[in-house]
Every structure is written in C-alpha cells, then in structure tokens.
C-alpha cells in the first residue's frame, strides 16, 4: 500500500547534537512538508517543498535544515542551533495541490536528554 | 491573509451524546476547508473536505461538517460519539503564501467521551 514512513517513531538527542528525521513516501507525490506540533499550538509549517531540488522556509525554520535530492525523500535536520527541538514532527506531502489536503506520516517524537 | 481559529480547546462529551466542534475561517481567496483527526502518537487522517458544491460534507467514522459563508465557519458535527471518538481534531485552510501553497492548521480541538 501507498504512503508516507517517517522514521524512526522516538529519538533521543543530547544537547548540542545535529539529528536527522527521516521521511520516505512512495505515492509519487511532488510536494512534502515538515510541520512541528507541540501540545495546544496545533502544527506549525518548518519546510516544504514542492520539487525535487527545490524547497522553502516555513514559519519556524530557524534551526532546521532540509534537503530533497529524490522525489520519495525529505529529510530535516535539527540542528545544535534549535533551542527547543523537543517536539513531535510530522510529515506530509499531496500532488494534486495544496487545495486538495495532505497525507501525513504517522510521526516522529524527539526528545533532548 | 488566510487564518483558522478553532474555538474550544477541550470538549468533555459522554458516550452517544451529538457533539459540535466549533472552527471559523477568514480567507480573502476561494475557500476550501479541511477537518483531520488525530489519534494519541499518530499522524493526521482526513476526516472531510469542502471543496465545493453542497455546503453539508459527509466524512468518515459518522462526521459531517457544514460550510457557512456568511459565518465564515466550518463546524464539525456527529450526532452519537463513541469512545473511540476521543482524539484531537483539527481544522485547516490553505494559505497561499508566494506561488505556493500549503494548509495552515488551527490549534486543534481535544474531544474527551466518557462512558
């Protein structure tokens, strides 16, 4: 079956560590995208992109990064310069257009140790 | 610019009572709507979406949402809620921000159903 895998499901980092979250969806799908969600501040846009080599800065980019060298793959980094990454991250993607709604992966939940 | 403001944080409803989760709207473009469901430590899942036409839109698990333009609302609504309800809803618009798009999501809406 179709769909997005986001791993791994729990990551631990220590403080002052770069970590990357993966992201793979094999719906061909051209747009992905990187939402940050933290209790009682619903989901907040971090990256997205909507071809292969091409992405842009959502609301709260600042200390993330991304790349998009394959159509099936987005993955972020938190970096060492995110003060507050504890967070659960999803991911997302859609190809008829934004007006159509997405389909999420089931989540990865960072902690800093 | 495009905004979404779900009304209640916690709605606290018992077993097979109808229940109501509010949302409105402000948008200065076409208007579609969008209602997800999460479940404790999993992704997002499409309930329903208005798009166009009737504005009474019949979604998954028993949901139907009504899209009022004269209220800028899009309220959720199920007449009989079962514990397996209780999750975390939430309403979403796309934001045409430059030449691209993507959905912006308000704070989300926890439903409690107790038996």
């Known amino acids: 079956d179709g769909g997005i895998t986001q791993s791994p499901k729990y990551l631990f980092r220590k403080e002052g560590q770069n970590v990357t979250l993966s992201c793979e969806q094999n719906l061909n799908h051209d747009a992905m995208y990187w939402y940050r969600q933290d209790p009682g501040q619903g989901l907040r846009l971090i990256y997205y992109?909507?071809?292969?080599?091409?992405?842009q800065k959502g609301d709260i980019a600042e200390g993330y990064s991304v790349s998009r060298e394959k159509k099936e793959s987005f993955p972020l980094t938190v970096t060492s310069a995110q003060k507050n990454p504890t967070a659960f991250y999803l991911c997302?993607?859609?190809?008829?257009?934004?007006?159509?709604?997405?389909?999420f992966g089931s989540g990865t939940r960072l902690t800093v140790v | 610019a495009q905004s979404v403001t779900q009304l209640d944080s916690q709605v606290p409803v018992f077993e097979e009572a109808p229940v109501e989760l509010r949302c409105n709207y402000s948008s200065s473009v076409s208007v579609y709507l969008f209602w997800y469901v999460q479940y404790p430590n999993q992704g997002l899942q499409l309930l329903l979406k208005?798009?166009?036409?009737?504005?009474l839109v019949k979604g998954i698990n028993g949901f139907e949402a009504e899209f009022n333009k004269s209220q800028t609302s899009f309220h959720l609504r199920k007449p009989s809620v079962h514990i397996s309800d209780t999750a975390e809803y939430f309403c979403?618009?796309?934001?045409?921000?430059?030449?691209?798009?993507?959905?912006?999501f308000g704070k989300g809406t926890k439903l409690s159903v107790k038996p």
């Open positions: 997302a993607s859609n190809r008829e257009g934004v007006n159509y709604g997405y389909t």
């Open positions: 992109s909507q071809i292969v080599n091409d992405f």
């Open positions: 208005y798009l166009s036409g009737s504005t």
């Open positions: 979403a618009v796309p934001y045409y921000g430059g030449s691209q798009g993507n959905l912006i």
